[in-house]
């Protein structure tokens, strides 16, 4: 009895002992085969390129941005029946891996520090497809980058960087290593670029895509220039590419404990001290050149106060906790567009001026530096504005028997409308004068909409 109950114990053990194994052979199994299923999937990228919601996506966005015609010629309308009837060919191509990009159409334009900033503008087509690449590559390289890296990335913004900027400083940081890379767009190393895509792309299709497309060459005044280093900026690709080469930096910058900000190649790394501001700009000079072979600009890059330098546009106050404000360069800028603008609107009707060409930029500024927590410098220049609206008005008067008389139209005593139509003075001052601020108060400018850059900055003080 006691011999067959043991037997009866050995049998249950042995029966528990095989369904373990069983479970850990499944789990095992089921490990594999995940395993298998992702690294398949890392193999077939290409196929998630051109799979038709992902282009469509990307269709829609490339539109959305709108631009203009690459070396083709064809702009998005003439693109999207090129499109109609090409694209199986090009989807073909693509999944092969022949797929060949066309080369990108050089621009210049002016820099905000001065300089040029050379520009690629690639092909319509070669934009959707650069798009529908970026929409898969992103959602794998960005979840491994730098918590202090905001340019370009999803639910991040210029302003998330300037933030952290001003928490920095107010944290005791107090001197900055300014560091601009000179010419950073072209003078990336594909071979070290490639080298970093490589380690989490497994499709050789898609890695030959990107390669070439690195490599595609440029088209300056007619005359096609080969493209051995350098990311052409204008690309939706572009933005994905420098994260992904300039991730090793902000590793280093990391594991070094530094505290910093950056945004695209714009990056500020703050310190308590001058001089161990030199010692991080130097030693990082040397990482930069020995690592990813790229260099920083030294007349450029300074070790300064932060209120002495601006970032992203913006500067901050001396005060022990800062406050952040538009930058000198940022508000000369400014001022520069609208008096364009201005000499746009003088022979037209000024409500019309102001509603369709000046109020867009002064929308646009005003969000952007929404952030400024010191009202006097958009008092200024709302002040700045109207004056030079009233000097528009003043010059479409042209002759002073007409400036008397509209003066007396807007409320003036003919003593004063004459006194001031023939003071002889230039326009500039009679816009500024007593009789013009009488006349076009800021209530009149308030009628016509214009819109007022102290008050759309101070509608968002409570998010602060």
């Given amino acids: 009895m006691v011999k067959q109950k043991m037997s009866n114990e050995n049998q249950a053990n042995s029966g528990v002992r095989q369904r373990n194994c069983s479970d850990k052979q499944l789990v095992h199994q089921v490990s594999v085969t995940t395993s298998i299923t992702a690294n398949n999937s890392n193999y077939s990228l290409m196929e998630q390129v051109v799979e038709q919601s992902n282009m469509q996506r ?28 090409n694209w199986p060919a ?16 050089r621009v210049e334009i002016p820099k905000a520090k001065g300089g040029t900033r050379k520009l690629g503008i690639p092909t319509v087509t070669d934009r959707l497809i650069q798009q529908a690449i970026s929409q898969v590559l992103q959602p794998m390289f960005d979840p491994g980058f730098s918590e202090s890296s905001f340019g370009f990335r999803p639910k991040r913004s210029a302003h998330m960087a300037v933030e952290q900027s001003q928490r920095y400083f107010n944290q005791g940081y107090r001197w900055v290593v300014d ?16 080298s970093k895509i490589a380690l989490k792309i497994k499709d050789t299709r898609l890695l030959g895509v ?12 007619g005359v096609l220039s080969s493209s051995p280093k350098g990311t052409p900026q204008g690309g939706p690709l572009s933005p994905l590419l420098s994260n992904i080469m300039l991730d090793e930096l ?4 990391a594991s070094r404990g530094h505290k910093f900000s950056r945004y695209a ?3 500020n790394i703050y310190v308590k001290s001058q001089r161990a501001g030199k010692r991080v700009l130097e030693s990082i000079s040397k990482f930069l050149s020995n690592v990813l072979k790229l260099k920083v600009n030294e007349s450029k890059s300074k070790v300064d106060r932060p209120w002495k330098r601006s970032f992203l546009g913006y500067t901050v106050t001396t005060n022990k906790k800062a406050k952040l404000k538009p930058s000198k360069e940022s508000i000369k800028r400014f001022k520069a567009k609208v008096k364009v603008l201005i000499r746009i609107g003088r022979g037209r009707n000024l409500a019309r001026f102001i509603a369709q060409d000046l109020n867009p930029l002064l929308r646009g500024w005003a969000n952007y530096f929404s952030l400024s927590e010191t009202k006097m410098i958009f008092i200024e220049l709302d002040s700045w504005l109207r004056r030079k609206l009233r000097c528009i008005r003043w010059r479409q008067w042209k002759r002073p028997r007409i400036r ?19 003071n002889g003075r230039g326009p500039w001052f009679n816009s500024g004068a ?16 214009l819109i007022s850059l102290a008050q759309t900055v101070s509608k968002t003080d409570w998010l602060k």
């Avoid at 998005?76 to 090129?82: A, D, E, V």
């Avoid at 007593?434 to 909409?449: K, V």
């Fill in 58 to 85: 990307a269709w829609s966005k490339v539109k959305s941005n709108k631009g203009a015609a690459g070396v083709d010629g064809l702009e998005i309308k003439h693109t999207q029946r090129h499109l109609a009837v």
């Fill in 179 to 194: 560091m601009d890379l000179e010419q950073f767009f072209d003078r990336v190393n594909h071979d070290i670029l490639m």
């Fill in 404 to 422: 008397q008389r509209k003066l007396i139209k807007r409320g003036l005593s003919p003593e004063h409308a004459a006194k001031s139509a023939y």
């Fill in 434 to 449: 007593s009789h013009m601020n009488l006349a076009f108060s800021r209530l009149y400018f308030g009628r016509l909409n």
């Fill in 250 to 253: 902000d590793k280093e910058l």
């Fill in 210 to 221: 990107l390669r070439r497309y690195l490599q595609a060459g440029v088209l300056v005044d």
């Fill in 265 to 267: 190649d714009d990056c």
């Fill in 90 to 105: 090009i989807k073909e191509q693509l999944l092969s891996g022949r797929y060949r990009p066309a080369p990108v159409l």
